[in-house]
């Protein structure tokens, strides 16, 4: 068990702790090429067997608390769950670094792409993991990644985005992506306003053999999941967690 913020506790809270469950999380070190990588694995030790996992993508701060907590939530579940790094171990900026740090992968879409597959290898490899039915999902930057990795055609269960920028391409690149898509978004968010919405359907649907689905929430402004954050809009987050059980419950069986 991991000590979290009160309002991070709260969240961890909601999902049940079930019987006789050992959740534990450790810190792992990987690579991608010359670039260390800093992750947090979360699994249910008492468990036995291959199982389902989720590979959980941060917003533009890093891998930091949040996603260690949605982590531990998600291995409460009974699936394992990998906090991925996607900058680099020790690289966790704040305010306009941040933001300046996110635009270097916004701006490298297939170093962006990389970083995501570094961290889908490590989960796929893990003895616990069936690797058949692994979800990626990320926040903010993170929904982006989940994203642009889907569009490599990578051999997902599924993806899901949470509050994510919706980056379109020209031409349209969706002609890979074979994984169902769930887009969980602020109704009043002005990083994703509805033309933004628009342009990205209109784009998955160059390929009609896509699956996906959009849900808006009313009220919810951008990053409306973080708890700790004034843009915490509980009603959309718990909304939007529920749409993100009953997909898991869909893509996994």
Request: a negative charge; glycine letters at 10%.
């Given at each position: 068990m991991?000590?979290?913020?009160?309002?991070?506790?709260?969240?961890?809270?909601?999902?049940?702790l079930?019987?006789?469950a050992?959740?534990?999380?450790e810190?792992?070190?990987?690579?991608?090429?010359?670039?260390?990588?800093?992750?947090f694995?979360?699994a249910?030790?008492?468990?036995?067997?291959?199982?389902?996992?989720?590979?959980?993508?941060?917003?533009?701060?890093?891998?930091?608390e949040?996603?260690?907590?949605?982590?531990?939530?998600?291995a409460?579940?009974?699936?394992?769950?990998?906090?991925?790094?996607?900058?680099?171990?020790?690289?966790?900026?704040?305010?306009?670094?941040?933001?300046?740090?996110?635009?270097?992968y916004?701006?490298?879409?297939?170093?962006?792409?990389?970083?995501?597959?570094?961290?889908?290898?490590?989960?796929?490899a893990?003895?616990r993991v069936?690797?058949?039915?692994?979800?990626?999902?990320?926040?903010?930057?993170?929904?982006?990644?989940?994203?642009?990795?889907a569009?490599?055609?990578?051999?997902?269960?599924g993806a899901?985005?949470?509050h994510?920028?919706?980056?379109?391409h020209?031409?349209?690149?969706?002609?890979?992506?074979?994984a169902?898509l769930?887009?969980?978004t602020?109704?009043?968010?002005p990083v994703?306003?509805?033309?933004?919405?628009?342009a990205?359907?209109?784009?998955?649907?160059?390929?009609?053999s896509?699956?996906?689905?959009v849900?808006?929430?009313?009220g919810?402004?951008?990053?409306f999941?973080?708890?700790?954050?004034?843009?915490?809009?509980?009603?959309?987050?718990a909304?939007?967690?529920?749409?993100f059980?009953?997909?898991?419950?869909?893509?996994?069986?």
């Open positions: 991991t000590d979290f913020s009160s309002a991070h506790q709260a969240a961890l809270d909601t999902v049940p079930p019987p006789g050992r959740i534990e999380g810190r792992v070190r990987y690579a991608d090429g010359d670039t260390a990588l800093d992750g694995l979360v249910d030790r008492a468990a036995e067997g291959r199982r389902p996992a989720v590979l959980v993508l941060h917003d533009w701060t890093g891998e930091q949040y996603t260690r907590v949605r982590a531990e939530m998600i409460r579940l009974g699936l394992v769950a990998f906090a991925a790094d996607l900058y680099g171990a020790g690289v966790r900026p704040t305010g306009d670094d941040a933001a300046a740090e996110a635009g270097k916004y701006g490298d879409l297939p170093l962006l792409r990389r970083r995501v597959q570094a961290a889908y290898d490590l989960l796929a893990d003895p069936d690797a058949s039915r692994i979800v990626v999902i990320g926040y903010c930057f993170g929904g982006s990644a989940a994203i642009e990795f569009r490599t055609g990578a051999a997902l269960a899901v985005s949470f994510g920028g919706l980056v379109t020209d031409p349209a690149d969706v002609s890979a992506i074979a169902p769930l887009v969980l602020g109704a009043d968010d994703v306003p509805d033309e933004a919405v628009v990205f359907e209109n784009e998955l649907r160059q390929n009609p896509i699956d996906w689905q849900v808006l929430y009313s919810a402004p951008h990053a999941t973080l708890p700790e954050a004034p843009s915490w809009r509980p009603l959309g987050d909304r939007s967690w529920r749409a059980r009953g997909f898991l419950d869909e893509v996994l069986g």
